[in-house]
């Protein structure tokens, strides 16, 4: 009879799977400059995309939040392809949410598209014959863009796509169409077959081999997580977190005040996390801190959205973001632009050890989106409004 020994288990001090998961992200030691935004891309595994843009938008914050002021021109660049000519970096699928993602994980979703293929309801009715209509426009006429293909919306009602609109997203969420370029904000939509590498376009693996390595990968971008952690990260179900971690290349692991069992990255836990903690503003939308649980767990600090949540109903504003500095999240701002004056509308520290710290993220970000000052409107606790006043005074110059 043989007798399966149990696996060693290293054990983690609370403040070790913090830096762990600091250093995972990006936001401990020297940034990798050499590689730059397509590297973040890739050492992430993917970054969301939102439509709400305050300071910029999601996507170029991800960036910036981790490089410094880097060129938002260069960020578009790095994301998506100009021109038929170039080979595409990245291509836009559904992975935590609507997320960009390195163009060489297009057969890893393949599992999420045989699934889209099989769903048997869906929310917007497809009108007869949209789907083929909508491929054979792509085939003949190249690349085009939703209005291009007969327009996005019957009325102007966010929600109301119109049948051309309903058929390309379907078509993109079966892999017969890819959108690796923008124009503006705008998808532009091609055929996949045209799109796609032909070394990638394979749907191939099967579903384990598939989820084995988004495990893995979540895994590494996370540094340390729990089951339903690394599940979140790209949306997959926790039974096939299940089927598959043993063999994703992660360990097991024990975190000090988790109450649950967790995995690592082997390659986290060779080296002891050190080097400099970035200062910055996070976008809400930023995938340190996108499953709540996780972000209270490991952070003590409780982070939600509250741009659909209804004004009179709102505690931190319209777009707060989460202030990082030390490697612990430390207050909250809710930015705006006047012209040239960045401004924060509502900001909450966590005491006056924070005001430093605040004073170089807001005006690191006035910066990088070309404002020359920075006003402060709400404050909380509202006492620090001198020592902040007189740290931005030194940082602006």
């Known amino acids: 009879m043989t007798t399966t020994l149990p696996r060693p288990t290293t054990e983690l001090s609370a403040d070790e799977a913090r830096r762990i998961a600091l250093r995972a992200q990006g936001f401990l030691g020297a940034p990798d400059r050499r590689s730059g935004v397509r590297g973040v891309l890739r050492h992430l595994g993917a970054v969301q995309l939102d439509t709400i843009s305050v300071l910029a938008r999601s996507h170029e914050l991800i960036a910036y939040a981790r490089l410094g002021a880097v060129g938002r021109a260069a960020v578009e660049e790095a994301y998506w392809r100009r021109g038929q000519q170039q080979p595409p970096h990245s291509f836009e699928y559904w992975s935590h949410a609507a997320c960009i993602l390195p163009i060489e994980e297009w057969p890893h979703f393949a599992f999420r598209r045989r699934a889209y293929r099989n769903r048997p309801h869906w929310h917007?009715?497809?009108?007869?014959?949209?789907?083929?209509?909508?491929?054979?426009?792509?085939?003949?006429?190249?690349?085009?863009?939703?209005?291009?293909?007969?327009?996005?919306?019957?009325?102007?009602?966010?929600?109301?796509?119109?049948?051309?609109?309903?058929?390309?997203?379907?078509?993109?969420?079966?892999?017969?169409?890819?959108?690796?370029?923008?124009?503006?904000?705008?998808?532009?939509?091609?055929?996949?077959?045209?799109?796609?590498?032909?070394?990638l376009l394979h749907d191939a693996l099967d579903d384990t081999e598939c989820l084995r390595r988004l495990v893995g990968l979540a895994g590494r971008a996370l540094g340390v997580g729990t089951r339903a952690d690394i599940a979140d990260y790209h949306r997959l179900k926790g039974e096939q977190v299940d089927a598959v971690i043993a063999d994703s290349g992660l360990v097991p692991v024990t975190v000090e005040g988790w109450a649950k069992p967790a995995w690592a990255d082997?390659?986290?836990?060779?080296?002891?996390?050190?080097?400099?903690?970035?200062?910055?503003?996070?976008?809400?939308?930023?995938?340190?801190?996108?499953?709540?649980?996780?972000?209270?767990?490991?952070?003590?600090?409780?982070?939600?959205?509250?741009?659909?949540?209804?004004?009179?109903?709102?505690?931190?504003?319209?777009?707060?973001?989460?202030?990082?500095?030390?490697?612990?999240?430390?207050?909250?701002?809710?930015?705006?632009?006047?012209?040239?004056?960045?401004?924060?509308?509502?900001?909450?520290?966590?005491?006056?050890?924070?005001?430093?710290?605040?004073?170089?993220?807001?005006?690191?970000?006035?910066?990088?989106?070309?404002?020359t000052d920075v006003r402060v409107e709400r404050l909380d606790p509202e006492e620090l409004r001198g020592p902040l006043a007189a740290e931005l005074a030194r940082a602006l110059g």
């Open 124 to 199: 917007h009715d497809l009108p007869d014959g949209a789907y083929d209509r909508v491929v054979e426009q792509l085939r003949a006429q190249g690349p085009l863009t939703a209005t291009e293909l007969g327009g996005a919306k019957r009325t102007s009602e966010w929600w109301d796509w119109s049948g051309a609109k309903v058929a390309v997203e379907r078509a993109l969420m079966y892999g017969e169409v890819v959108c690796v370029e923008r124009r503006g904000w705008k998808r532009v939509y091609d055929l996949a077959e045209r799109a796609v590498p032909a070394a």
């Open 266 to 371: 082997p390659e986290a836990l060779a080296a002891p996390p050190r080097g400099r903690h970035r200062t910055t503003l996070l976008s809400p939308f930023d995938s340190l801190v996108w499953e709540r649980a996780r972000t209270e767990r490991i952070f003590g600090f409780t982070h939600r959205l509250e741009a659909y949540v209804p004004r009179p109903k709102r505690v931190h504003g319209y777009f707060a973001m989460p202030l990082l500095s030390g490697g612990r999240l430390v207050g909250r701002v809710d930015p705006a632009r006047e012209g040239r004056t960045l401004v924060a509308r509502q900001v909450s520290l966590d005491g006056p050890a924070a005001v430093p710290a605040l004073a170089r993220a807001l005006v690191e970000a006035a910066g990088w989106v070309g404002c």
